[in-house]
C-alpha cells in the first residue's frame, strides 16, 4: 500500500509540474484557470529559483521507507517518470535555469491570453 502511495505521489509531482510549466496554454484557452495557475507556476518557479525541496519529496520518500524500500526498481513510474522529476546530477544552477524557463515560458502564455482577452474586448 506504501509504494502504490509513494508511486500515486510521484504521479501527482509529474502533473503538477507539467501544470506549471504548460498550464498557461490552458489560460489561453480557459483564462479564469489563471487564479490556480499563477499561484502554482509561482511556486514552481521560486522552489526551482531557491533550491527548495518540494513537500511532496519528502512525503513520498517517507512512503518509500514505510514499505520497506530505498530505491525505485520494478515498475513503470520509477523507472520512466522518477528521472524526468528527479534528474541525475541536478545542479543549483541547472534549477536556477528550469526555474527561469518557468518564468519565460508562462510569461509567453500570459501575454497571449491577455492579447486574446484584449481582442476579444474590442470585438
Request: glycine residues 6%; aromatic residues 14%; contains cysteine.
Amino acid at each position: 500500500m506504501y509504494n502504490v502511495l509513494a508511486n500515486a505521489i510521484v504521479l501527482a509531482h509529474l502533473l503538477f509540474i507539467t501544470f506549471v510549466i504548460c498550464g498557461g496554454l490552458l489560460v489561453i484557452r480557459w483564462p479564469p484557470l489563471a487564479v490556480v495557475h499563477l499561484p502554482a507556476a509561482v511556486w514552481g518557479a521560486v522552489v526551482e529559483i531557491f533550491g527548495w525541496i518540494c513537500p511532496l519529496t519528502p512525503l513520498e520518500n517517507h512512503f518509500r521507507l514505510l514499505a520497506g524500500n530505498n530505491s525505485y526498481s520494478g515498475d513503470f513510474i520509477a523507472r520512466y517518470l522518477l528521472p524526468v522529476i528527479y534528474p541525475e546530477n541536478l545542479t543549483a544552477t541547472m534549477q536556477q535555469v528550469f526555474g527561469g524557463f518557468v518564468i519565460i515560458i508562462n510569461l509567453i502564455f500570459y501575454t497571449i491570453a491577455i492579447q486574446k482577452l484584449q481582442s476579444r474586448r474590442h470585438r
